[in-house]
């Protein structure tokens, strides 16, 4: 089963707006992060954030987790005409969340397209 | 290797063939995933590998799919006998085990083989 889930499945947005994507997710999780995939190509890391932490910053990149509500949110600002890809949350499938089995499970993703 | 290497990029084949894909992970890079992603949809997990462990294959859809990582290195991914619903791509990750030791891993993904049965 997935276990999180993006929203919404298609954005579309001006060069210089900003972008806000929302991942749910159904059970603990000790950390989640974010993904992007350029079309043609595979995920590329950008933001790992901990079930102990809030809120987190790299760049124009901004995360918020809200472990209450089971649920992050990616805000992208001043979004470029680059950033049009798919956004990815990810989460460590809780059956593996000790040891050193990791597996990570992902959502169908959010369709970015940033308009110049 | 610098990155996360897959081939072929793109592979047609006809119904009822057999193919192979082929990752080769970054080297040191101890666990290493096998993905499939079909068109708009998510990425669904295959296989995952660490180290000498056994292999865990729970997300093989069928029996005609089957995997092996040789040296702990390469892995090769197998499907017999290809069905049209086989044709997706198929991602290959590998993380490192001193990422997995600090209690988050992050993956870092090939390219992907595009595999179209006709």
């Known amino acids: 089963s997935q276990q999180g889930e993006e929203d919404p499945q298609a954005l579309s947005i001006q060069e210089g707006e900003n972008a806000t994507m929302n991942c749910s997710y159904k059970t603990s999780i000790n950390n989640l992060q974010w993904y992007r995939q350029n079309s043609g190509r595979g995920l590329v890391h950008l933001i790992l954030?901990?079930?102990?932490?809030r809120e987190k910053h790299s760049g124009r990149l901004r995360v918020t987790l809200d472990t209450s509500k089971k649920s992050s949110s990616l805000l992208i600002t001043a979004s470029r005409a680059a950033d049009t890809a798919s956004y990815f949350c990810?989460?460590?499938?809780?059956?593996?969340?000790?040891?050193?089995?990791?597996?990570?499970?992902f959502g169908k993703g959010t369709l970015l397209t940033v308009n110049p | 290797g610098a990155g996360v290497s897959q081939s072929p990029s793109n592979k047609v084949t006809e119904k009822g063939k057999d193919v192979e894909l082929r990752c080769d992970p970054i080297?040191?890079?101890?666990?290493l995933y096998w993905y499939r992603q079909s068109l708009g949809q998510g990425l669904e997990f295959l296989i995952y590998f660490q180290g000498n462990s056994a292999p865990d294959k729970s997300g093989l859809p069928s029996d005609r799919f089957s995997a092996e990582r040789t040296g702990g290195s390469v892995s090769t991914l197998t499907i017999q006998r290809t069905q049209q619903e086989d044709s997706a791509v198929y991602l290959c990750?590998?993380?490192?085990?001193?990422?997995?030791?600090?209690?988050?891993?992050?993956?870092?993904f090939g390219a992907g083989s595009r595999l179209t049965v006709l």
């Open positions: 990810a989460t460590v499938d809780p059956r593996y969340s000790g040891g050193s089995n990791y597996k990570l499970t």
């Open positions: 080297s040191g890079h101890t666990a």
């Open positions: 990750a590998s993380s490192s085990r001193r990422i997995l030791s600090s209690g988050a891993n992050v993956l870092t």
């Open positions: 954030i901990r079930s102990n932490e």
